[in-house]
């Protein structure tokens, strides 16, 4: 087992990365501007090994594990149950949601989540995100066997999203690009080869103001990382660091008329039917609001990866 929990921080007006455990932070030597940079020029076999100095985490600034030059893919509708959630027929869905977020969202894990004024829907959704280990510049084949030559690692990533712009307006990538919706960290798991049995097995919880609204586990997911990596493969180039989020669970804020209304709205006028859409989600109290503080983690059963807590208070456009 070479599981190694790895974390980037801001020291003394500098910007470095370091192996965490028991919190306490082992620097790495080098200078890594990117993602990709630190994942390609360390092995987790190296890090698992590193001695030195430590730091308290509590006397650091964490940064977001993921640099704003990699490419933030995510999935979409990929829990049997948040489907059902989501007005879909989990055994008629016949396909891998994909779209993307904006990178300039990316923020360390205790940032402000700021609302903005335009936003009436604010939504939470817990995700397992995979970090890309190599390049891929064509098709492959990705399999449970050589998965691991493809995923360096797995953090938490919130995927907030302004329901009133994503669902009406069919803007998937702008509803939940505003700045601040996209919180990754705080640690950065690398995986060895013998560890990726452990993407089928981690726990992922959500509270908001204390009060657990999502939890499940990975080992629900509708599209695996194996397979949605050779699907991507065949449409895009990935570099290693970039980021795909891996979809939430059920108990979003999100309310979604069942497939037998959803055939009766598409027969109203579209003014109709997306009025009647959002007066439904006005009284979803579920909704983030001004003060509200939002809790992630996601761990294994045996503790040996443990994602660390993502904490984020929402606060209004100023």
Same mark, same amino acid.
């Given at each position: 087992?070479?599981?190694v929990?790895?974390?980037?921080?801001?020291?003394?007006?500098?910007?470095?990365?370091?192996?965490?455990?028991?919190?306490?932070?082992?620097?790495?030597?080098?200078?890594?501007?990117?993602?990709?940079?630190? $994942?390609s @020029?360390?092995?987790?076999?190296?890090?698992?090994?590193?001695?030195g100095?430590?730091l308290?985490? @509590?006397?650091?600034?964490?940064?977001?594990?993921?640099?704003?030059?990699?490419?933030? %893919?995510?999935? =979409? /509708?990929n829990?049997?149950?948040?489907?059902?959630?989501?007005?879909?027929?989990?055994?008629?869905?016949? +396909?891998?949601?994909?779209?993307?977020?904006?990178?300039?969202?990316?923020?360390?894990?205790?940032?402000?989540?700021?609302?903005?004024?335009?936003?009436?829907?604010?939504? +939470? !959704?817990?995700?397992?995100?995979?970090?890309?280990?190599?390049?891929?510049?064509?098709?492959?084949?990705? *399999? !449970? /066997?050589?998965?691991?030559?493809?995923?360096?690692? %797995?953090? #938490?990533?919130?995927? +907030?999203?302004?329901?009133? $712009?994503? #669902?009406?307006?069919?803007?998937?990538?702008?509803?939940?690009?505003?700045? *601040?919706?996209?919180?990754?960290?705080?640690?950065?798991?690398?995986?060895?080869?013998e560890?990726?049995?452990?993407?089928?097995?981690? @726990?992922?919880?959500?509270?908001?103001?204390?009060?657990?609204?999502?939890s499940?586990?990975?080992? @629900?997911?509708?599209?695996?990382?194996a397979e949605?990596?050779?699907?991507?493969?065949?449409?895009?180039?990935?570099?290693?660091?970039?980021?795909i989020?891996?979809?939430?669970?059920?108990?979003?804020?999100?309310?979604?008329?069942?497939?037998?209304?959803q055939?009766?709205?598409a027969?109203?006028?579209?003014?109709?039917?997306?009025?009647?859409?959002?007066? /439904?989600?006005? =009284?979803?109290?579920?909704?983030?609001?001004?003060?509200?503080? %939002? !809790?992630?983690?996601?761990?294994? /059963?045996?503790?040996?990866?443990?994602?660390?807590?993502?904490?984020n208070?929402?606060? =209004?456009?100023?």
């Open positions: 087992m070479s599981v929990h790895v974390v980037r921080f801001e020291f003394e007006n500098g910007i470095h990365w370091g192996v965490i455990r028991r919190g306490r932070i082992t620097p790495v030597p080098g200078t890594f501007a990117t993602t990709g940079d630190f $994942i @020029n360390n092995s987790v076999e190296a890090l698992a090994q590193l001695k100095q430590e308290d985490e @509590n006397k650091v600034k964490l940064l977001s594990p993921l640099t704003r030059n990699q490419q933030f %893919v995510c999935q =979409g /509708a829990y049997r149950q948040h489907m059902i959630e989501s007005g879909m027929d989990p055994d008629a869905k016949k +396909y891998n949601m994909i779209f993307t977020k904006a990178t300039s969202c990316l923020v360390p894990v205790d940032s402000l989540l700021i609302k903005p004024k335009s936003v009436r829907f604010l939504d +939470y !959704e817990i995700e397992l995100g995979l970090v890309m280990k190599r390049a891929i510049t064509g098709a492959v084949s990705v *399999t !449970e /066997a050589n998965l691991h030559a493809f995923i360096a690692g %797995v953090v #938490i990533v919130n995927d +907030y999203s302004a329901r009133d $712009i994503q #669902i009406p307006q069919m803007q998937f990538y702008k509803g939940k690009s505003f700045r *601040t919706f996209g919180p990754v960290g705080p640690y950065l798991c690398l995986l060895g080869p560890d990726m049995h452990y993407l089928k097995a981690l @726990n992922l919880r959500l509270t908001v103001n204390d009060e657990v609204r999502q499940d586990s990975t080992a @629900n997911l509708v599209y695996g990382p949605t990596l050779t699907e991507l493969s065949g449409v895009q180039d990935l570099a290693p660091g970039d980021l989020a891996t979809g939430t669970p059920a108990g979003c804020a999100l309310s979604i008329p069942s497939p037998a209304k055939r009766i709205a027969l109203m006028p579209e003014a109709t039917k997306w009025k009647l859409f959002l007066k /439904a989600q006005e =009284g979803r109290t579920q909704y983030l609001k001004h003060g509200d503080v %939002v !809790e992630a983690r996601i761990r294994s /059963a045996d503790g040996v990866i443990d994602l660390g807590v993502q904490r208070r929402v606060v =209004g456009e100023a």
